[in-house]
């Protein structure tokens, strides 16, 4: 009989996406086999701190139930969850279910932290994460790879402080209007507006900087919104394309979590050449960015000439059952259940090949 893994699975975080996360890790736990794995809940609350709580045996009514503090009889403290808990004989869970959307999670930030504990994760790593997260440097990368994508720019605050005038001629010169502005570092369409006017743009850059140090400028692109599943450390696979549609003016965090207002259209209706130019963008993506284990891929399709442009990759997507990444998955032939499953072996499997690797000379 194979071994019981000891998952250790950790959400909220200090992050605008906190409630989302939430909601994910509710949701995979459920989905979870208990006679498959040991799980173990991890609460970083959205001011920061980290608390462990004691194993969850049995399937949760309401995400609530995940909402540990100090005070909490479902919580204690272990020193695994410390550096210093690194040359100590404590047990350490057999992997980690990083289940983080957004800053001080999705981020490499907490990779960071379980490589340093050698502890295996599931998901990219330091750099694949940090580059998914940071939209500029993302679209840079693209760039640097040749691929197609919507033209942007990207303004820091001290840049938007300082040289204001500046920055707007290059918005002008560069993007024009219509544009998106979003926090170069965010998800969940939070922080994010589209300017149809230039009266618009000072409001919208002024929020986009109350979630993020730097913000990034992008055209509109009119035309249909197709994303694909990638999942894999080398060897990838990926899913079924699907199309969002929304009656809104664009897919926006009320469209995504609130008003149901919008459809997930799977399989979308491609032509096969278009599928295959989207899955084999959506790999040389991953690749590119050094991805690992699993990513959404997200794409426009302009109406003009039917150009397929890359827009972003999301290392940690939605994960609820109803979430665009899990449904590319089940039409493709793999449920909820069996893609945790598989997600945990990725993981499992790059960690143990990373031990292999030298860190001294002999």
């Not at 980290?50 to 005070?71: M, S």
């Not at 490589?115 to 694949?128: F, K, Q």
């Not at 040749?146 to 010169?173: A, C, F, R």
Request: proline share 4%; hydrophobic share 35%.
């Amino acid at each position: 009989m194979p071994k019981k893994l000891t998952v250790a699975v950790i959400y909220g975080g200090k992050s605008a996406e906190y409630d989302v996360s939430l909601q994910t890790a509710f949701s995979v736990i459920n989905a979870m086999n208990k006679e498959h794995y040991n799980l173990i809940p991890v609460h970083i609350t959205n001011s920061g701190r980290w608390i462990e709580g004691h194993e969850i045996t049995q399937q949760l009514d309401y995400k609530e139930q995940l909402l540990l503090d100090e005070n909490s009889h479902q919580s204690y403290s272990n020193k695994w969850l410390t550096p210093a808990g690194i040359n100590t004989q404590i047990q350490k869970p057999d992997i980690a279910f990083p289940l983080l959307h957004g800053p001080n999670g999705e981020d490499g930030t907490v990779q960071g932290l379980l490589e340093l504990l050698d502890i295996a994760y599931v998901g990219s790593g330091v750099v694949g994460s940090a580059a998914g997260m940071d939209k500029v440097i993302m679209k840079d990368i693209f760039k640097s790879h040749g691929l197609n994508q919507p033209l942007y720019v990207s303004v820091t605050k001290y840049e938007w402080q300082h040289h204001k005038q500046q920055m707007l001629k290059k918005i002008d010169k560069n993007i024009g209007i219509p544009c998106f502005i979003k926090p170069a570092n965010n998800g969940s369409s939070i922080g994010i507006n589209q300017c149809k006017t230039w009266d618009e743009i000072e409001k919208a850059v002024d929020e986009a900087f109350y979630y993020d140090e730097k913000v990034i400028i992008e055209e509109k692109i009119a035309g249909r919104e197709i994303e694909i599943g990638v999942i894999g450390n080398d060897e990838l696979s990926v899913s079924v394309p699907g199309e969002i549609k929304t009656n809104a003016d664009y897919y926006d965090y009320q469209s995504k979590y609130h008003d149901g207002d919008t459809s997930l259209i799977i399989p979308a209706d491609l032509n096969e050449q278009k599928k295959a130019e989207i899955e084999q963008t959506a790999k040389q993506a991953f690749h590119c960015l050094d991805c690992k284990g699993l990513a959404r891929v997200d794409f426009f399709m302009r109406a003009s000439d039917q150009a397929v442009l890359i827009n972003e990759i999301n290392t940690m997507p939605g994960f609820t059952p109803y979430s665009m990444f899990p449904l590319l998955w089940k039409h493709t032939g793999v449920d909820y259940s069996e893609l945790i499953d598989k997600l945990i072996r990725l993981g499992i499997e790059r960690h143990q090949r990373k031990k292999r690797i030298r860190y001294r000379l002999e």
